[in-house]
């Protein structure tokens, strides 16, 4: 039977899908995906994707003739089934516009619209909690992506550009994120620390290049060590993932670059600030760290983070030092070169 899963939140939910996915094509072949352009490049490639459909809903298809124009394209194809793990009202109309016979989406959205409706667990982690649209048990399927041999090629190619040879260990961080709160303060000073030991990569899109190259600056300020390499918005989402796959570690935000290497099965240690990992987009595997500062009042203030502290200060950041960042990498192993 024909499936199609519609699924147009955050570049990090979509990799948090592909579990789910993953469950679907097992169950019923390969599916369509309809999701965000950005997203549709990323997953085109996984296995249990037949088709990427790109809902650019804040851009060219935005507004109510573009969801209807885009609901008449998915009636055209006639598809049986439709999965909902987007718990938006967009997506549940969508689904529902383009009279698609089978429903299937969580209580805890737009019932309304469904034709089945299942219950989304209250714990657990975001890619398992997905999997329950699939009557799967938590864990059967993990986090994946699928970047091509010519992603392969792109990622070393940069690397060696910026003096990184194949084969070379280095540590990849990623400073960025959407959400103001969720960036920790200290990556360059984090980065310093690191330099002395392997290079440094800092992997972003093209809103974190400045920043990137201010850690890239702070890195190599002492000369004559190890590379620092700034490849914020140099790399396509895929060459990206296929880049931190060969990172000895990733250090992150509360941010996509996180799901990113679950999926790509990169060692991390994330930071946590005005969000907790117990939301459920905490890393998964053992061994990997989420750190965060224990004690304060004010902690979890939302559950994405704020553009600005609410308070002023900060402190779920701030007061989360280099020294106790660098500790835990050095805790992971990640340092130990090999090469």
């Not at 983070?305 to 992971?332: K, Q, S, W, Y």
């Amino acid at each position: 039977m024909s499936s199609v899963v519609i699924q147009t939140a955050f570049l990090g939910d979509v990799v948090l899908t592909t579990p789910l996915l993953t469950a679907l094509a097992a169950q019923h072949g390969p599916v369509d995906v309809v999701t965000t352009p950005a997203a549709a490049a990323l997953v085109e490639t996984h296995p249990a994707v037949r088709r990427a459909v790109p809902y650019d809903k804040r851009g060219r298809d935005r507004g109510w003739g573009g969801l209807r124009a885009l609901a008449g394209r998915l009636r055209a194809e006639g598809y049986e089934r439709a999965y909902l793990p987007h718990r938006s009202l967009r997506t549940a109309a969508l689904a529902f516009l383009a009279r698609i016979p089978e429903r299937i989406g969580f209580h805890d959205g737009w019932p309304f619209f469904y034709t089945v409706v299942r219950r989304r667990p209250a714990e657990g982690h975001e890619a398992d909690r997905l999997l329950a649209l699939a009557q799967q048990p938590a864990a059967a399927y993990a986090p994946s992506l699928r970047p091509t041999p010519e992603d392969e090629g792109a990622a070393a190619a940069a690397l060696s550009a910026g003096g990184i040879p194949d084969g070379t260990s280095f540590a990849a961080i990623a400073p960025g994120s959407i959400w103001g709160t969720k960036r920790w303060p200290y990556y360059a000073a984090l980065a310093q620390r690191l330099i002395g030991t392997m290079p440094v990569v800092v992997v972003g899109g093209p809103e974190d290049a400045a920043l990137g190259e201010e850690i890239v600056r702070a890195a190599e300020g002492g000369g004559g060590r190890p590379k620092a390499v700034n490849v914020c918005g140099k790399l396509t989402l895929r060459q990206s993932a296929a880049l931190i796959a060969r990172a000895r570690v990733l250090v992150t935000n509360d941010s996509a670059p996180l799901h990113v290497a679950t999926a790509m099965g990169t060692p991390i240690v994330a930071v946590f600030g005005p969000t907790l990992p117990e939301f459920g987009f905490g890393p998964i595997r053992t061994g990997d760290v989420a750190l965060g500062v224990t004690g304060l009042e004010c902690r979890p203030c939302s559950r994405h983070g704020p553009p600005r502290c609410p308070l002023g200060h900060h402190r779920c950041m701030r007061d989360l030092t280099p020294e106790v960042v660098a500790a835990a990498i050095e805790e992971t192993g990640a340092l130990r070169r090999r090469d």
